[in-house]
């Protein structure tokens, strides 16, 4: 097989690994870093109000498309009460309806929303609103105030900033002071800025919404000015003549309609409460996963029993480690016993910790080497050889717990962690190897598969990686991409260069 399908196959790898991973943290929002917490607000509104003696119906404008923020969750909580919730041109509305009550009555809406910066006021373009039906001296108060403002404007962001100035002007301006009352609110120049823009051909519409405060308490419902033009929603507050939406501006309803209104009851009074929380993200990402449909948290490993978790957080990084003997061995040229060998010993470092787990590891390889050569003076064959073996280091390690018990030295009592199979076959394969060729060589590839090991373990025991892992295990595509890129390898390795040290200068001259 050629290098350019195992090339074409890494790349493929890892653009999937990536677009996976991709895909779950900026559109679902799975946490990149371990305890990540995600700010979300509790918002809350309640209507208390007196009911009459017929039917009831309890309307309250809630948040819908609102740049910036997703909602989490919401909750309608009421007594006696049905609930229905659908779309309305100010957005979406909760209603409550009984057929008879007595006494107060109070119904709630809570919600909890989270910052998202990839929502935007993704709603279609608006037609252009039909010209306001006036009277003959306001169209003409009109007609001259859009011509001065246009004079000096050049666009629709400074035409609406100018109109808001003209507007807040009041008395002052001879056009504007027509249409103002007396007495006149911030939410009165936000609907008559719509008009004067509906004049002008622009659509226009009054948002109002809250802002949410890192302190609890009650919140004041406030109008903002939304202008299209031609491609997107532009903000304007109404008396700073600021554009943009101000920090922690949470949009609750649009349009000229009241925040709530009640039909069959009267009194009505109507609050509105905020309160910052953290909460988290994978909490966040699944709650965001449930909402939009998707199915990557049903087929994710959060999926699984919370034991069963916890086995596949310690065997997804088993490649990671794999990888690493896979750059010591083939790219620096460290020998090791055997391939996985020191991997799994760098999982049992993870109980014993590195210091203890390669003084124990050492014990029990001396020891044991020593009971493989009285064994080969014996004489036996290989697969009862190696189930002697095996029995000494089983007993070695019940010693060794039992010794370090009554020392009171409690990593020694993490031994029966460590893979006995794997370091029969350690032993074995050293003694063939100090045989063979050498006690030197023995030790060096014994020291090699402890260093290794210890490499392994220090990188599979960062919390950052295991947690990357275990929440994108996808990401693993990139350890096989890369595993399948050096494969390929056939060139020299670090350690190999000193055997051609002296080479070089020859070559040179």
């Given amino acids: 097989m050629n290098n350019r399908h195992i090339y074409l196959l890494a790349a493929f790898l890892t653009a999937l690994s990536l677009g996976l991973f991709a895909y779950k943290s900026r559109i679902l929002g799975f946490p990149v870093q371990p305890q990540e917490e995600t700010q979300i607000w509790n918002i809350e509104a309640a209507l208390r109000f007196d009911p009459g003696p017929a039917a009831v119906k309890a309307t309250l404008r809630i948040p819908g498309l609102t740049p910036g923020y997703s909602l989490l969750d919401e909750y309608f909580i009421s ?34 929303v989270y910052r998202d910066d990839t929502r935007l006021a993704e709603d279609t373009t608006p037609p252009f609103p039909s010209p306001p039906e006036l009277d003959e001296p306001s169209r003409v108060a009109l007609e001259g105030l ?12 400074s035409f609406t900033t100018e109109l808001l100035r003209r507007i807040n002007q009041g008395e002052r301006d001879p056009y504007a002071s027509l249409f103002l009352k007396r007495g006149h609110t911030v939410a009165d120049r936000v609907h008559l800025a719509t008009i004067f823009l509906a004049g002008a051909q622009v659509p226009a519409r009054v948002a109002h919404g809250i802002t949410l405060q890192s302190t609890p308490g009650p919140v004041q419902p406030e109008s903002m000015l939304e202008v299209h033009d031609g491609v997107q929603w532009l903000y304007f507050n109404p008396q700073t003549l600021q554009q943009g939406l101000p920090e922690n501006f949470l949009i609750w309803w649009r349009g000229d309609e009241p925040l709530a209104e009640v039909e069959g009851g009267f009194d009505l009074d109507v609050t509105l409460a905020a309160q910052e929380n953290l909460l988290p993200s994978m909490v ?4 965001r996963a449930e909402r939009s449909g998707s199915h990557a948290v049903d087929f994710s490993l959060f999926a699984l029993p919370i034991a069963t978790q916890a086995v596949f957080s310690v065997l997804l990084m088993v490649p990671i480690g794999a990888l690493m003997i896979v750059l010591l061995r083939n790219f620096v040229g460290v020998k090791t016993f055997g391939t996985f060998m020191p991997v799994l010993v760098a999982l049992a470092f993870r109980e014993t ?13 001396s020891l044991g080497l020593l009971i493989r050569f009285y064994l080969e003076k014996l004489r036996l064959l290989l697969v009862p050889r190696l189930t002697c073996v095996l029995t000494v280091v089983v007993l070695l390690m019940a010693a060794i717990s039992i010794v370090s018990q009554k020392l009171g030295l409690q990593p ?10 794997i370091i029969a076959m350690t032993i074995e394969r050293m003694s063939i190897v100090w045989e063979e060729r050498g006690a030197s060589e023995a030790i060096q590839e014994g020291v090699g598969s402890l260093s290794v090991a210890a ?25 096989l991409a890369a595993t399948l890129l050096a494969g390929r390898y056939t060139g020299y390795r670090l350690l190999e260069l000193r055997r051609f040290k002296g080479v070089l200068p020859n070559e040179a001259t």
């Fill in 455 to 479: 490499v392994a373990y220090l990188v599979m025991g960062m919390l950052w990686l295991e947690h990357l892992v275990f929440v994108f295990p996808e990401l693993l595509l990139l350890v």
């Fill in 412 to 421: 020694g009592l993490s031994l029966a962690l460590f893979p006995m199979v």
């Fill in 146 to 157: 859009i011509a001065e403002v246009r004079r000096q404007s050049a666009d629709v962001a």
């Fill in 353 to 365: 910790r590195l210091v203890w787990g390669i003084l124990l590891f050492a014990i029990i390889v």
């Fill in 284 to 287: 966040v990402a699944e709650r």
């Fill in 79 to 112: 007594r006696g009460f049905g609930i229905t919730t659908r779309n309305a041109p100010a957005g979406r509305e909760a209603q409550w309806a009984v057929r008879q009550a007595t006494g107060p009555q109070t119904v709630y809406y809570r919600a909890v």
